[in-house]
């Protein structure tokens, strides 16, 4: 199974903050890619899809660099409420290197935001 | 609101004992949903995939006779951790795609959470 890299952190940021943290992948063949964020002892939530172009959701803003292999997430203004681990999730469903659900997960990026 | 629902949230069993663990879509039936283990500060482990109406389909190292999984309905599966030990205590999550593989995200139940005493 292809690899899926993110910096465990933990990350520790002021309130009212930026912050972005990166993921790579290593399989060039990968389509869809996905950030999730998971709370402690909770089931991951799909925070935000990611397209080729960049999108953005709020204070969220997700780009994905295909000649590089890497993704990153953009959290503005961060809240208390942004303390979780995000998880980058890579889908590689319609070629080997994925799992049978097709998808590789990083290990997570743990941001604690301060007050 | 929840599009894929697990239950019990939470059970506490005592070593041989065997649980069961259902999993459900909500407004959309799954012909595949898929069992996953986390231990903590790890990432999720894809155990198996769940095939309604055949055989589930299970990861290296999953043992299917530990492991029971069952998809008798589209939206419902059923994850049995048969003769359960200690070292079965661990987060239990399902999940399911609504929509065509590959371009739609999954959706994860809320998560089972194991101990095995």
């Known amino acids: 199974r292809k690899e899926v890299e993110q910096d465990p952190g933990p990350f520790n940021v002021p309130e009212g903050a930026t912050v972005a943290f990166n993921c790579t992948y290593s399989?060039?063949?990968?389509?869809?890619f996905f950030w999730y964020r998971q709370d402690c002892r909770k089931e991951p939530k799909l925070l935000m899809s990611?397209?080729?172009s960049g999108n953005e959701d709020g204070r969220f803003t997700a780009q994905l660099n295909r000649a590089s292999q890497y993704i990153s997430l953009l959290i503005r203004d961060s809240k208390l409420s942004d303390s979780a681990t995000y998880l980058c999730?890579?889908?590689?469903?319609?070629?080997?290197?994925?799992?049978?659900?097709?998808?590789?997960f990083g290990k997570g990026t743990h941001l604690i935001i301060q007050p | 609101g929840a599009v894929v629902s697990q239950h019990p949230s939470r059970v506490i069993c005592k070593s041989g004992t065997s649980v069961k663990i259902e999993c459900r879509s909500l407004?959309?039936?799954?012909?595949?949903m898929f069992w996953y283990r986390q231990f903590p500060k790890q990432s999720l482990m894809l155990m198996a995939t769940?095939?309604?109406?055949?055989?589930?389909?299970?990861e290296q190292g999953v043992e299917k006779d530990k492991f029971l999984i069952n998809h008798a309905s589209l939206t419902l599966s059923t994850l049995t951790v048969t003769s359960a030990h200690p070292e079965d205590s661990s987060f239990y999550i399902c999940?399911?795609?609504?929509?065509?593989?590959?371009?739609?995200?999954?959706?994860f139940g809320n998560g089972t959470r194991l101990t095995v005493t």
């Open positions: 999940s399911a795609r609504d929509g065509d593989r590959g371009y739609s995200p999954l959706h």
């Open positions: 399989n060039s063949a990968s389509q869809s």
């Open positions: 990611v397209y080729s």
């Open positions: 999730v890579v889908d590689s469903s319609m070629y080997s290197g994925g799992g049978a659900d097709g998808l590789t």
């Open positions: 407004d959309f039936q799954a012909t595949t």
């Open positions: 769940s095939n309604e109406g055949s055989k589930a389909t299970y």
